[in-house]
């Protein structure tokens, strides 16, 4: 009886594991089979984080999974929320064999973990996706110097693309007031935490993103004050690749760039299907989409390497490199507001990139497409005195200490090194402007002589930027105004201090008055 037992169970244990061979077998000789007899290929994943922003569209697409499935590969894409900080933590772990991102989130939160990835490509840059609104009753002119008010209380949501918006505002222009105190931030968990407090009028200024920033300025009072849409070079996403998947698989990554710009190419030449597209996934009016698809630049394959990267791929060609200014912008703006160091990356932003991917497809895909608006080359007409009086002021950049030889008024070697750095603010990041160069000294003796010195010392710092820089003489109205325009007292500033400020070069952004 036992051996007749021990028999059974053993047939019936040989049984039910052959049963679950059989089971597991089965589906995986089925999915051969299906393989082996059609056009398929056996595919591997890339896993990838990020969250829904709409720059993001055509990595998730259907055409993008079409261009993966001939290339063996296909996308596995978690969507955070927009967590930057476990992204970082998870893509550290090799959670993620890549994530996308703005370039100042990858500077802030990679710093933690000794950059484990390196920017391939960049995705696109936010052309007005983002912005500053407030009521107007508490924002009367409208500039940015509206906004250098301790007492407005600003909400905004932390570690996101629209609270670097508001730092890269209060460290290019002259919010010095800001500067002294936090008791005007109010941070909330996301853009519609902030819609819902510009609702409820909880607050004075709100810092959104698409679509809660159209939503808040349908709100009764509120006006638009600034946003992506006035600058450049700044809130840019990349592709960052973990170091040690494009060590073991540059091919992926290869293949992986090649369907995304192939997918932007079909996307290009049908922006109606695009548009429809994207209208279903966000679930959106198309009219709506259609505007918000204005305020997003993509970048293809040729603007990668000859705008983003510095490729050149043709003799005497034009390049630049875009995304090193941006990282070299970012890293300025994170360091005056205390969230980075400057040692993070050694000096060098090249150690964060990897070009070699894109050189490559550079030599041998040339696909180009255009979607989204596109920023040319920027040239201004010559403009009489009334005419400058006619524009519009936007806010002063950043008051910088330019000092002068002593007994003439050439530009010290510590004055061209600040005017080096207004020039790479305005070649970058604010190409849209004219500018105002307005000279100040302080009080007493002739006033007349004054004024005299203040301009000439205005005329010089702008020629200057014309000779030295190369920029668009027409762009630049030199100003003297002598002692007639001291600058606000900042808190608890001694009368000592406040002297040593009077005498400055001030740079003024305007642009068309289009009201």
């Known amino acids: 009886m036992k051996t007749s037992t ?194 409820q009028n909880e607050g004075d200024v709100f810092v959104l993103w698409e679509p809660d920033l159209s939503k808040a300025l349908e709100l009764p009072g509120m006006k638009y004050i600034w946003g992506s849409d006035k600058f450049s070079g700044y809130i840019i996403d990349v592709f960052v690749f973990h170091r040690e998947f494009v060590k073991s698989h540059s091919d992926k990554v290869r293949d992986f760039l090649t369907a995304y710009f192939r997918t932007l190419r079909y996307y290009g030449n049908d922006k109606p299907g695009t548009i429809k597209e994207m209208s279903r996934k966000y679930d959106l009016k198309q009219k709506v989409v259609e505007n918000l698809f204005k305020k997003i630049e993509w970048y293809d394959l040729q603007e990668n390497g000859q705008d983003q990267f510095g490729i050149q791929s043709a003799p005497g060609q034009k390049v630049s490199e875009g995304v090193i200014n941006t990282i070299l912008a970012c890293s300025d703006v994170l360091i005056r507001t205390g969230k980075w160091d400057k040692d993070h990356l050694k000096g060098n932003p090249y150690l964060i990139t990897n070009s070699k991917v894109l050189e490559d497809l550079s030599a041998n895909n040339p696909l180009t497409v255009q979607v989204g608006p596109q920023q040319g080359d920027i040239s201004f007409v010559p403009l009489d005195n009334s005419a400058w009086q006619r524009l519009k002021e936007i806010g002063s950049f950043r008051v910088e200490a330019i000092s002068f030889q002593t007994g ?108």
């Open 6 to 199: 021990k028999g059974f169970f053993l047939i019936l244990f040989v049984g039910l594991v052959g049963l679950g061979i059989w089971k597991f077998v089965t589906p995986l000789l089925f999915e051969k089979n299906l393989f082996n007899t059609s056009d398929a290929k056996e595919g591997q994943s890339v896993r990838i984080a990020g969250d829904n922003y709409m720059g993001y569209f055509f990595l998730t697409s259907s055409e993008m999974k079409k261009q993966l499935a001939r290339k063996s590969l296909y996308v596995d894409f978690t969507d955070d929320g927009g967590l930057y900080a476990d992204r970082l933590a998870k893509f550290n772990n090799r959670e993620y064999d890549a994530i996308v991102l703005p370039i100042s989130s990858y500077l802030q939160h990679g710093a933690a973990y000794k950059y484990p990835g390196v920017i391939v490509a960049a995705i696109s840059e936010s052309r007005g996706a983002d912005g500053i609104v407030g009521f107007a009753d508490n924002l009367p002119s409208g500039k940015i110097s509206d906004l250098n008010d301790a007492s407005l209380t600003m909400v905004y949501t932390g570690d996101s693309p629209s609270s670097f918006l508001l730092d890269l505002t209060l460290t290019d222009f002259d919010l010095d007031h800001l500067q002294q105190t936090d008791s005007w931030r109010r941070e909330v968990g996301g853009s519609e935490a902030v819609l819902q407090s510009a609702r």
């Open 408 to 515: 003439n008024n050439l530009l010290s070697l510590d004055g061209k090194g600040h005017v080096d750095q207004v020039a790479k603010l305005l070649l970058h990041n604010y190409p849209n402007y004219r500018v105002i160069v307005r000279g100040h000294t302080g009080p007493g003796g002739d006033e007349e002589a004054n004024r005299e010195l203040s301009l000439q010392r205005a005329q010089v710092v702008r020629q200057y930027l014309i000779a030295v820089h190369g920029m668009d003489k027409e762009r630049f109205l030199a100003q003297g105004v002598g002692s007639t325009m001291p600058p606000r007292k900042k808190p608890g500033e001694s009368p000592r201090a406040f002297r040593y400020r009077l005498p400055r070069v001030e740079f003024i952004a305007v642009e068309e008055n289009r009201l």
